[in-house]
């Protein structure tokens, strides 16, 4: 695992079967922008924006999807 604190710049992270787990930016050290998240059969799980800070807007959800690919609600 990478020491947060050092990272700038775009980011991926990777499931041990090769697919992508994360992506999304680094800025300071703390996620920013757009971030996506996915299942380790390589569909998407979530995905939102982080603001500078590194946090997210807690009254706005986040869409999520089923490892199938079907939306639901957290």
Known sequence: E???AEL???YKSWYA???VES???FKDGKHVGKWTYFHE???KWTEGVYEGDGTWDQTDTWP???ENGKRYEP
């Open 2 to 4: 990478p020491d947060l």
């Open 8 to 10: 700038e710049g775009a």
């Open 64 to 66: 999520h999807w089923d």
């Open 41 to 43: 059969n390589g569909k």
């Open 17 to 19: 079967n090769g697919h």
């Open 23 to 25: 992506k999304g930016k």
